[in-house]
Nanobody
Framework: QVRLVESGGGLVQTGGSLRLSCKAS???????????KVWYRQVPGKQRELVAT???????NYSDYVKVRFTISRDNAKKTVYLQLNSLKPEDAAVYYC?????WGRGTQVTVYS
């Protein structure tokens, strides 16, 4: 059974940083490698928003809201995707989810206070 487990969320002051992780289990490395990996975020009552994508060959794409401040990366051997969040703003507060192929995690909460 494939599982994605996000971690690293928490409470941070404006301007602070967090590093989110998303670890996959029950999936073979080659399948993990070939799938695009995406971080989304969602605030209650709003649509899920795409934050960042890392494609099969390592190229990346970011939403305009997080470009420069966030960095997505992955370690295929560890079957883990990361999202480094820097210069956090209150509007970055959300539940952050990772998506690998057709699989989703349950999310990790990021709260930013002024």
């Amino acid at each position: 059974q494939v599982r994605l487990v996000e971690s690293g969320g928490g409470l941070v002051q404006t301007g602070g940083s967090l590093r989110l992780s998303c670890k996959a289990s029950g999936i073979i490395t080659s399948v993990f490698y070939t799938n695009d990996k995406v971080w989304y975020r969602q605030v209650p009552g709003k649509q899920r928003e795409l934050v960042a994508t890392i494609f099969r060959y390592g190229n990346t794409n970011y939403s305009d809201y997080v470009k420069v401040r966030f960095t997505i990366s992955r370690d295929n051997a560890k079957k883990t995707v990361y999202l480094q969040l820097n210069s956090l703003k209150p509007e970055d507060a959300a539940v952050y989810y990772c998506d690998v192929g057709e699989y989703w995690g349950r999310g990790t909460q990021v709260t930013v206070y002024s």
